[in-house]
């Protein structure tokens, strides 16, 4: 395997790490907290049944002095709340009691674990290490819903970790409890005799949108994990056991494309999940033969642009722990980060086989796959990754998919107590090709990458960056796919670069530096400028859509977080940005503004507005390889309403418009929800989407020459679309640990193509119609109609701690045509049901082992 050896010797680190001799992890100066607490031990465990009349809760000194964050800082409560804090050798005990005198008004809604619900909550977050930047959360509706999850950074979470641990919730006149045990097994901690841990103990009272904590978080201050609570007192902790298992056996019936047609096949197979602690806070995670057919379906798209849709993450195994392995790309002050680029996008691991068509299988078998995440004693975070997927091959036994490594190395040190942090990244790609793929598949792929963040002192201002190379390299005839690749675009003839057809390897860079004031009562800002090369290409073990690009960006923002006569938050934020290619040429110059206000009733209300190619500029990728063309500019305003989710039914509606090209393109999206909630148990939503757009110029495949592959005609056309999808999604729960789930999703794209034009000699020409020439081709495609269903039924049952039962029934139908045809979008949503399904079945029982 590409990283077996760097994995060994991490591994080898770490378990060194372990061995020394025990000494006090470094506990710098952070900022300024609040008297701390010290931890009772337990004599006797406490019966975890929601009551506090074990002995060792008379004993525990009771934690009070509970603040508003929110809406206001530093608020006094609506009602008291008091927490007591144990542990023994093997686990940590919380004994929380939420005072209420109205026991009958308490909100909560029974539901499957890890389903947010607008119910009243109790929250411990948790900094076991007290490292002030890395934690966990438990967080309990009084149904007693759990929900948990990694705190990293000092502040992003992943939700997708799952601990195994116990709480009981009980009501009774005095309000509601929460008794919580937390086995030290699921934590990381030091070796030293002595420990601190980091706490803080949060309370949602949703009936009056107050959130209280001990101590107070303040959102006008950086960082999360920083503000906890200091508690002590926890002595001769057992070091946690090492192994943990969940072997599981899959049984699923699909349908199967064959020589002889389609037919269906029976498959049982075997496989498990593995956790080994190589120390206290150094871990082994390994997956054999996984299989993730519990997972839901992606939201159905039709992409008529030139660039790669995006699909976030929804594999538990590659999801649980990904922050560790997070390294952005094109990560501006304006766009947060939200478009995912960056260098590890784990779904290129196992992805639909690249050269396969419709009798191929949607996913590429992962032989086995295994991460080795933790935090050193010094500071120095490490996360690794390696993963082997399955040669394919199609009908006719061509490989489809070559048998393909994938692997990453992460570290990062963080220094002055976390206020700086400098890290490094390399990924890697390995690809066994044949004769076959070779002349279409890149053979190896190398990225290596550098980045750091330094809070100045007063922990308001912020400075970031990074550094990142990639070498990709392959056959000529790959890379020379990979320069005419809507990425790079080498091709383009006004380009100035060389598009070299000899090439067996292309190189990029790309740079950013990024400064802000991250905290502050009222405003706050980031300002960023990054650069990407044209050779820059990261795109088989992440995710780019741009190289050859320049970006320059500046966010401001206001902030109100105090309760106002009409109002409980308000933010209004300013943003303008601007991108050029790496030559200069301008592509985009916009200003958005955008507010949102939640008023006291829990309503909110969210409208902006942008204005788009202020001056003179260009896109690049509307010819697909052709010349770049001027853009004239554009106005997209947008609002949304958002109704109040303690209610039993909440109304949502989003409104999106566009209109550009001097008013010849324009577009409208509507988006209303309903939500709803019956007898505190089931959970619904209803969510249609209907888009209705106009483009003057929509780009169409342009014709290339046989040979050199160059553009010769750019085509654009007129297009009518109208899009609508439906968004369904139920839940009942039988019981905390046991639910039914049902997604489905239909969706109708259809449109006409009409006046067909190509690019005239004089693309840049400031009048708009003496950019385009009319064209004439008769088998040019007239428009399409495409028509997608995807749905999943699950049933879930955690029988056991860690122990899970799954269910599934998925179908999937399409089909796609070449004209929009006569009918109406109501009409083809019901021949969307007349179509063949593809039904899918399967059960799947993992069984939990800790040794």
Not at 354 to 379: E, V
Not at 472 to 487: C, E, K, L, N
Request: charged share 20%.
């Amino acid at each position: 395997m590409l990283l077996g050896l760097p994995l060994l010797a991490t591994v080898a680190l770490a378990s060194q790490a372990s061995s020394s001799p025990p000494r006090q992890d470094p506990d710098p100066a952070p900022p300024p907290t609040p008297a701390g607490v010290a931890a009772t031990r337990a004599a006797e465990p406490p019966v975890i049944d929601g009551r506090d009349d074990d002995a060792v809760w008379r004993e525990a000194r009771p934690v009070t002095g509970f603040e508003e964050w929110r809406p206001s800082e530093g608020g006094p409560p609506k009602l008291p709340t008091e927490a007591k804090i144990a542990y023994d050798a093997g686990a940590l005990y919380v004994f929380v009691r939420a005072f209420d005198p109205h026991p009958d008004s308490i909100i909560t809604v029974l539901a499957r674990r890890d389903y947010f619900t607008p119910s009243d909550m109790i929250w411990l977050f948790l900094d076991s290490y007290h490292d002030r930047r890395t934690g966990y959360e438990f967080g309990v509706n009084p149904s007693g819903v759990k929900l948990d999850a990694q705190i990293y950074n000092d502040g992003n979470e992943d939700f997708a970790w799952d601990a195994v641990w116990d709480v009981a919730t009980r009501r009774d006149s005095l309000g509601w409890t929460a008794e919580f045990r937390i086995p030290l097994s699921q934590l990381r901690y030091g070796r030293q005799r002595q420990h601190t841990f980091g706490l803080t103990i949060d309370r949602d009272l949703y009936r009056y949108s107050q959130r209280v904590s001990w101590p107070l978080f303040r959102q006008s201050k950086a960082g999360f994990v920083s503000q906890f609570g200091d508690v002590g007192g926890f002595d001769d902790l057992e070091m946690p056991r090492r192994l943990e298992a969940a072997p599981y056996l899959v049984t699923k019936n699909v349908s199967e494309i064959t020589s002889a047609g389609t037919g269906r096949t029976q498959d049982v197979t075997v496989g498990g999940d593995l956790k080994y602690r190589v120390a206290s806070n150094v871990t082994l995670d390994a997956t054999i033969n996984p299989d993730f057919g519990q997972v839901e379906a992606d939201p159905a798209v039709l992409n008529l642009t030139a660039f790669e849709t995006f699909f976030r993450e929804q594999r538990p195994f590659f999801v649980q722990g990904a922050g560790i392995f997070r390294f952005d790309v094109n990560c501006t002050a304006v766009n947060d980060c939200s478009t995912g680029e960056g260098l590890v996008y784990t779904r290129r691991i196992g992805r639909a086989p690249q050269l396969g068509d419709n009798t191929s299988p949607a996913f590429t078998r992962i032989l086995g796959a295994g991460k080795l995440t933790g935090r050193l004693p010094g500071g120095l975070t490490i996360g690794v990754l390696d993963a082997v997927t399955q040669h394919v091959t199609d009908l006719s036994s061509k490989t489809v998919e070559p048998t393909s490594t994938y692997g990453v190395i992460r570290l990062r040190q963080d220094l002055r107590g976390g206020e700086t942090s400098i890290g490094g990244i390399i990924t890697a790609v390995n690809r066994d090709n044949d004769a076959g793929t070779s002349p279409q598949l890149r053979s190896s792929s190398y990225v290596g990458a550098v980045d750091f963040r330094h809070r100045f002192p007063g922990r308001t201002f912020e400075l970031s960056g990074s550094l990142d190379l990639s070498r990709v390299a392959g056959s000529a005839p790959a890379i020379a796919v990979t320069q005419r690749d809507a990425v790079h675009y080498y091709q383009r003839p006004d380009r100035g670069l060389p598009y070299d057809i000899t090439r067996t390897s292309l190189s990029g860079d790309d740079e950013a530096l990024q400064f802000g004031k991250v905290a502050g009562a009222h405003v706050m800002f980031q300002t960023g400028y990054e650069r990407r090369s044209a050779g820059f290409e990261i795109n088989d073990l992440g995710y780019l859509q741009r190289a050859d690009q320049q970006t320059w960006s500046t966010w401001v923002g206001y902030f109100d977080r105090h309760q106002r006569r009409l109002y409980q938050r308000f933010q209004w934020n300013f943003n303008w940005w601007q991108y050029w290619t790496t030559a200069g040429l301008p592509e985009e110059r916009a200003f958005n503004t955008n507010t949102h206000t939640t008023f006291n009733n829990t309503w909110s209300l969210h409208f902006g507005g942008t204005l788009g190619q202020l001056g003179e500029t260009y896109c690049y990728s509307c010819a697909r390889g052709g010349p770049a063309v001027r853009q004239d500019a554009y106005f997209a305003p947008w609002a949304g309403l958002n109704g109040d989710d303690r209610k039993a039914i909440v109304p949502y509606f989003w409104v999106n418009y566009w209109r550009g090209d001097g008013g010849r393109s324009h577009s409208i999206s509507l988006m209303p929800e309903v939500d709803f909630k019956l007898a505190s148990r089931v959970t619904a939503a209803l969510i249609p989407n209907y888009t209705r757009a106009t483009n003057q110029v929509q780009p169409l495949d342009p014709i290339t020459d046989s040979v050199t592959h160059l553009v010769t005609h750019s085509l654009f056309a007129h297009l009518e679309q109208k899009q609508l999808g439906v968004t369904m999604r139920f839940t009942y729960p039988f019981t905390a640990n046991a639910s039914l789930q049902v997604y489905a999703q239909p969706f109708i794209s259809k449109g006409t193509y009409s006046n067909v034009q190509e690019l005239s000699p004089t693309p840049r020409a400031a009048d708009f119609a003496s950019r385009y020439l009319p064209y004439s081709d008769t088998t040019l495609s007239k428009g399409f109609n495409n028509k997608q269903f995807h749905s999943n039924v699950v049933l879930r049952w955690e029988y056991r701690p860690g122990s899970t039962l799954f269910v599934v029934w998925s179908q999937g139908r399409h089909l796609s045509t070449g004209v929009a045809g006569p009918r109406s979008l109501g009409g083809d949503l019901g021949d969307l049901f007349t179509l063949v399904p593809d039904n899918s079945f399967l059960v799947k029982l993992s069984y939990w082992i800790n040794r």
